[in-house]
């Protein structure tokens, strides 16, 4: 009898989380276990993941107000719905991702009844997205959540730590579970496609292109990188920037290009699902946020061998080595953003020898095999600890 699954995210929306939903959803063995997957629905200017979950095979069943936005009468409402799923489903674990399912998730699997109950902590937001009040309410929840929940896993040790120092679960129950992503389609050639996409976007051939994908949106802090920019075209002013993505803030971001006089050297392709060949098209990528969990951007670049520049948060001191694969910059300070990009920028020799070392390590140690492993080992654990019949 297969272990069936019930795994429930708040939106689809373009990022790590979604792709790691839809993989790990695909990629559990099929004579083993079945899967649901659960979402609620992007906002207008997110974008969506739904041409991956299609390629996958993996049709998700829609909760609309399971989303982002917190609202008391629509969450109740949410939570009533979730409630009748699990009943009708019974499935043998919930297994909740992202801040918004993981509460309504798991409060509905719990008055279900749900045996195993598990969440994911692709980041948290237990520092740095809102005031006092509201951060310790929401400590006090994931506190209130995790002692009642089977297992925790945490995508970086910077996260389980964070988790820890918060009280968010004790030693044994939170544990880390990197990301898995599909990561072999990088080790292409990729000259054939730093051409094509260079011609495209009207980049000369020998500039040196830094890129940024990213969500436009505020904890991003893409507005830090462009006011590091000026400082970089003062010594180099052939450089150009390419900011792949879209979001809320991408009107206030192009507008503040023209407001710093570097629009001449920006480019806003938008949003592109055609990773391998951005990456290849770039010398550098560069990350600015405030928060991370494990960035799938800085995965998805070393993958290609292309260096990062990014800032000191969440996961991406597991990920990048500084001064050997990339360069760790401080959050929120444009002299020390901008120093990180002039170093890559002034030896282009070595920036691309830090690449080159940096690719077979992450593609190894972040495959989507690596994480089918892990959760299936934890399941296999977690069900045997309830004393419950396992694949």
Known sequence: ?????????????????????????????????????????????????????????????????????????????????????????????????????????????????????????????????????????????????????????????????????????GDDRVITIPLGLELERFRRDPEPNRSEVRREWGVPPDAFAVGMIARMVPIKRHEDLFRAIPKVLEKFPDAYFINVGDGELKPQLVALAQQLGIAHRCLFPGFREDQERIYAAMDLTVLTSANEGLPVAVIESLSSGTPVVATRVGGVPELVRDGETGYIVEPGNIDSIAEGLLKAIADPAKTAAMGRLAQEETIRKYSIERLIRDIEELYGKLLQEKGCSFP
């Not at 995210?9 to 659960?38: F, M, Q, S």
């Not at 019974?90 to 719990?110: E, M, N, Q, S």
């Not at 109950?117 to 520092?127: A, C, P």
């Not at 297992?151 to 820890?164: F, G, K, M, Q, T």
């Open 1 to 169: 009898m297969k272990t069936k699954i019930l795994r429930i995210i708040a939106r689809l929306n373009v990022g790590g989380p979604a792709i790691h939903v839809i993989l790990l959803t695909a990629g559990l063995d099929k004579e083993k276990y079945e899967t649901v997957l659960v979402s609620g629905v992007e906002g207008p200017d997110e974008g969506n993941m739904y041409a991956l979950a299609d390629e996958k095979g993996v049709k998700p069943v829609i909760v609309p107000n399971l989303g982002r936005e917190l609202n008391p009468i629509r969450d109740i409402l949410t939570l009533w719905k979730l409630y009748r799923l699990i009943r009708r489903e019974r499935p043998d674990i919930v297994h909740t991702h992202t801040a918004k399912a993981g509460t309504v998730g798991r409060i509905a699997a719990l008055l279900a009844g749900t045996p195993i109950i598990v969440h994911t902590f692709h980041g948290h937001v237990l520092h740095g997205y809102f005031g006092k009040t509201k951060t310790a309410i929401f400590r006090s929840i994931e506190r209130f959540l995790a002692r009642r929940s089977s297992a925790v896993i945490a995508v970086s040790e910077s996260c389980r730590n964070d988790l820890l120092r918060y009280g968010v679960g």
